[in-house]
């Protein structure tokens, strides 16, 4: 099945949301407020969706995803329209906390339609369609605030980009419906035991923390240290997501092709991450949107390797508690680094918040390949011995 209707509303939303949040810091600056106040309105809108993730995801398992995401279409067409032309940074934290709402159950609403009716049965090869989509809608974002930019004010783009989510809310009301049931809490419990959930829960807090110092310091590091305008900005922004889709969508085909072992893809992912995080750090464009770009394969390596490993473990009745779960996990880690890294940056430059989160990836790759060698060592050996016995 094609799934043109879910799709289309998964493109249009994210079309919209992500070359936005990468413009906020820029457009915060316009208005005047910078430095901490930024990692505070961002780390807000991060952690309101932290609090509402666990709830978001029992109210998917219990009311019909359709109806919470027309809320949350709603909801972020209000901010938008809105944060266009609000400079007071009292209201501001008002607005995004409405925008930390809207964002995240979009986000968990969505993945749970994807889970339960997209995903069943069809292994890796649908992860790879739904973050193959999500680049193309980026690209196509950025390409379209390139041309917008140059004639027109932010405050015109955020205000037609929530215009645009308002009328995309005739939409959602062709959604199909998923199904619902009455689960306890405890229920969810049995699916998180386990110190092997636990370490990789953590895992999965430091690779996210870097996604804060993507929110807090992109637009002002290509500003700043690149000195790039905006349409060269979003042009470097967009680059990401062809690789990152086009890595994504292959991996997704031979990971069933080829049985490809899962724990050194998501290790070379988050290798391949770190090292370009580093790396990019560089005058020079062109080495710096190249390593951009190699960025985005091991985000979409590591980013498959995730919900391969939702769609396999958690139970698709109990899927949108258990999936907001992982999301509570990733949004933390993105909070946290959005006020380290917010602070990092306005302190030292906006490169260093990229160099630092980049080591704390390839020391994390470097840890978990060790645990990985001893482990398989460790076994080998315990056959070994037990030959002779």
Excluded at 205 to 212: D, M, P, R, T
Aim: aromatic residues 18%; charged residues 10%.
């Amino acid at each position: 099945m094609l799934y043109i209707v879910e799709y289309s509303l998964f493109f249009i939303f994210r079309a919209i949301l992500f070359p936005l949040l990468f413009f906020i810091p820029l457009f915060l600056e316009e208005k005047g407020i910078t430095g901490w106040r930024v990692g505070v309105l961002m780390g807000e809108a991060s952690v309101v969706g932290l609090l509402l993730s666990f709830p978001s995801g029992i109210l998917n398992d219990r009311v019909e995803s359709k109806f919470l995401i027309i809320i949350s279409l709603f909801l972020a067409g209000f901010f938008l329209i809105f944060f266009s032309y609000i400079n007071s940074f009292i209201l501001l934290i008002f607005l995004f906390m409405i925008f930390g709402v809207s964002r995240n159950l979009f986000q968990i609403s969505f993945d749970s339609i994807f889970f339960k009716q997209i995903i069943r049965g069809q292994g890796s090869v649908q992860i790879g369609n739904y973050f193959l989509i999500f680049s193309i809608a980026v690209v196509i974002g950025f390409s379209f605030v390139v041309a917008f930019s140059n004639s027109r004010s932010f405050e015109e783009l955020y205000f037609l980009a929530g215009i645009i989510y308002l009328i995309s809310i005739s939409l959602a009301w062709n959604l199909n419906l998923s199904g619902t049931e009455r689960i306890s809490v405890s229920e969810y419990k049995e699916d998180i035991k386990g110190g092997a959930f636990y370490f990789m829960a953590f895992v999965i807090f430091l690779f996210a923390l870097h996604w804060g110092a993507e929110d807090t310091c992109y637009s002002l590091f290509l500003k700043h240290y690149l000195l790039l305008s905006k349409p060269l900005s979003a042009l470097y922004m967009a680059s990401e997501f062809v690789t990152f889709g086009a890595s994504a969508y292959i991996i997704g085909i031979l990971k069933d092709k080829y049985r490809l072992n899962l724990i050194w893809l998501f290790l070379s992912g988050i290798f391949i991450s770190g090292l370009s995080l580093i790396l990019k750090v560089n005058v020079n464009f062109a080495i710096s949107i190249s390593m951009r770009m190699l960025h985005g394969i091991g985000d979409g390596i590591v980013m498959v390797v995730i919900y391969y490993a939702i769609s396999r473990k958690f139970n698709v009745k109990r899927i949108g508690g258990n999936l907001s779960i992982i999301i509570i996990i990733l949004m933390s880690g993105s909070f946290f680094g959005s006020l380290i890294f917010s602070r990092i940056g306005k302190l030292y430059g906006y490169h260093f918040s990229f160099i630092i989160s980049g080591i704390i990836l390839l020391f994390l790759s470097f840890v978990l390949g060790c645990y990985q060698v001893f482990l398989k060592w460790n076994i080998s050996n315990v056959e070994l011995s037990s030959k002779f016995e």
